[in-house]
Structures are given as C-alpha cells and as structure tokens.
C-alpha cells in the first residue's frame, strides 16, 4: 500500500507554519489522494496554539475553496482537532480528531505537550507520583469520544512526549502506567473510532516507535480496534512524514486494513495488500 492520505495537519491559523494554500499544493505534488485539515479548535484558556471565534469561518472558507480547486485531482476536508475541554459545534465539519492536550487538576488546565519542565512541575503537583499523573492523563484520553463526539483519536499516549534523549518522566513500562492504557482502551475500543498512529515521534524517539506505541496497538488490534495513520503536520515538509514506517508497525501489531475518511461520517477500510 502507498499511503497518499493525511488527516491531521495544522497550517498558520493555529500552530502550523504554512497557509492552507500551501499545504495544499504541496500535498499535490507529492501525489496525494486526500487531504484532511484539522486546526487546532478554540480554548478559552489557553489561545497561544489554537484557531479562534473571529479567525475560525476564514479558516473554513479557505479549506472549502481548496475542495472547490482540486475536486477531481485530491479530496480535501475541513475538519479540526478538538480539545477535550474545547466545546467547538463540529457538526458542519467534514470530520473532527478528539484529542487531549490537558488535564484538570484542582482547578487549573495543565498542558500534557508545552515543554519538559512544565510535565517536571505537573509530576511535582502530584506529589512525585508520576504514575498518578499517567492515570489522571488515560482516565481523560477514556472519555475522550464522549466528550468530543470525534471521528478518530488523537496521539493516544501523548503524555510519552517528552520521553526523548535518555530522559524518562514516566516509565512507559511501570504496570500502572500499563493499566492506566489498558483501562483506557477498554472504554474506548467498543465505541469503534480509529485511533491515528501518528508519526510525529519519529522524529526524535530513538526507538521507532509512534503514538500509540508497539505495545499499545497490539492490544488496540488484539480488542478489535481499528487504526488510521497520519503525521500531525505542522508544516509541508511533514505531510508524509514516516507513513511506510507507520504500515510497517500497523501490520507488525496484527492490522490488515487501515481506514480512510470521505466526510460526513462516511469511512472506508482499505486493506493492506
């Protein structure tokens, strides 16, 4: 399989570094047959990443224009990646990715992906207990689809982000950590969204592995689960960023299909070979 989709990509009305113009025509020419757009959606508490109230109907009237140019050469959807703790109406869209970004502990929204010295301070908070502060992240992840409504999960084990260059702030292997997923998944498998192997941490993880981890997705595969692949883009030198990678890992881990997406609720199972 030629992997020549991407479902979750950012450009510059959130945090990615390209118009959507831009992201477009370079997803053209590297031959893709679908694009995906999924801007950050509006959090009230922290907009320093995210689209707003005043910026978000350009953002869509750029993305439909997109659809309109490149009908019969590339599907393009409008989309967005909601936060957890976002209350955009994604009803209109064509899709949405239902992904966490935070926790709420004591009344405040701590970020799980801004540095490693804000996750150092968060573990602080949970009294050196990283462990806990995994369990507090997967018990979030869980109720994600409920919350969002979403149409695939996000970067399930982003709390692993700054697990890089020898350091480890949470021992993927710890067994509470271990249940903490597993917990996790066993709410959320039955309720049949996809989840992404996003392969955004193959750019510094030493190990190869991607979001969700080896591990992770075999039990995902194991429970019934289903996977599509995507490279959380921020810029167009990342659209197809590790996608032969991610097909090699999804069948290593018991996946023969991956799924596509066409609006509207509308997905497709696509096999391997």
Not at 13 to 23: A, I, L, R, S, V
Request: hydrophobic share 30%; net charge negative; glycine share 8%.
């Amino acid at each position: 399989m030629d992997w020549k989709r991407n479902y979750h990509t950012h450009t510059d009305f959130c945090d990615g570094q390209n118009t959507p113009e831009e992201m477009a025509e370079a997803a053209a020419k590297k031959g893709f047959t679908a694009l995906g757009f999924s801007g950050h959606s509006y959090t009230d508490f922290d907009t320093f990443y995210c689209m707003t109230p005043e910026t978000f109907p350009e953002y869509c009237r750029q993305v439909r224009a997109l659809r309109e140019k490149y009908e019969g050469q590339m599907e393009i959807l409008l989309g967005v990646e909601r936060d957890f703790y976002s209350d955009l109406d994604c009803r209109d869209l064509d899709y949405s990715i239902g992904s966490v970004h935070y926790i709420r502990w004591e009344g405040e929204y701590i970020p799980v992906d801004e540095s490693e010295e804000v996750v150092r301070k968060t573990i602080e908070k949970f009294g050196n207990d990283p462990y806990a502060y995994a369990e507090t992240y997967f018990d979030t992840v869980a109720r994600v689809v409920e919350q969002t409504g979403c149409d695939f999960i996000g970067h399930f084990d982003l709390i692993k982000k700054f697990n890089r260059n020898g350091t480890v702030l949470v021992d993927e292997h710890h067994p509470r950590y271990v249940t903490a997923w597993k917990k996790a998944l066993e709410r959320l498998v039955p309720q049949g969204r996809p989840f992404e192997i996003n392969t955004t941490p193959l750019s510094w993880r030493e190990d190869g592995e991607c979001y969700p981890s080896r591990e992770i997705l075999k039990e995902i595969c194991r429970l019934g689960g289903r996977i599509t692949i995507s490279s959380d883009a921020h810029s167009v030198d990342h659209l197809n960023r590790g996608f032969d990678q991610a097909l090699a890992i999804a069948k290593e881990a018991g996946f023969r299909t991956v799924t596509v997406f066409h609006g509207g609720g509308v997905t497709e199972e696509i096999p391997f070979e």
